[in-house]
Nanobody
Framework: QLQLVESGGALVQPGGSLRLSCTAS????????IGWFRQAPGKEREGVSC????????YFVDSVKGRFTASRDNTKNTVYLQMKDLRPEDTAVYYC???????????????????WGQGTQVTVSS
């Protein structure tokens, strides 16, 4: 059974950068669609980005386009979310989630994902 563990969250100043990692065990991550989600205090969890099985990436939140980049390293069974020019409104718990392994395309709604990590806290504050 696929298990996911996120890491890399931290307290960072506005304008700073972070790279979140999501490492899988129990199965081959390459066979899954991987979504990145976030939940800010008092808000519902939202889809941020997604990696297609083919390796393409999609971004669901307009404010992160050009600042966030999702990628895979299949040799490490790990996906990443590189975040730059961070803003206070990016503060949230960030989750990775897997969809599949029978699916190939991304979905922004969390109901389509069946394996979740525990989350990692990102706080953007001066």
């Amino acid at each position: 059974q696929l298990q996911l563990v996120e890491s890399g969250g931290a307290l960072v100043q506005p304008g700073g950068s972070l790279r979140l990692s999501c490492t899988a065990s129990g199965d081959i991550l390459e066979d899954y669609v991987i979504g990145w989600f976030r939940q800010a205090p008092g808000k519902e969890r939202e889809g941020v980005s997604c990696l297609w099985r083919s390796g393409g990436d999609t971004y669901f939140v307009d404010s992160v386009k050009g600042r966030f980049t999702a990628s895979r390293d299949n040799t490490k069974n790990t996906v990443y979310l590189q975040m730059k020019d961070l803003r206070p409104e990016d503060t949230a718990v960030y989750y990775c989630a897997a969809r599949g392994p029978t699916y190939s395309f991304c979905q922004s709604d969390e109901i389509h994902y069946n394996s979740w990590g525990q989350g990692t806290q990102v706080t953007v504050s001066s």
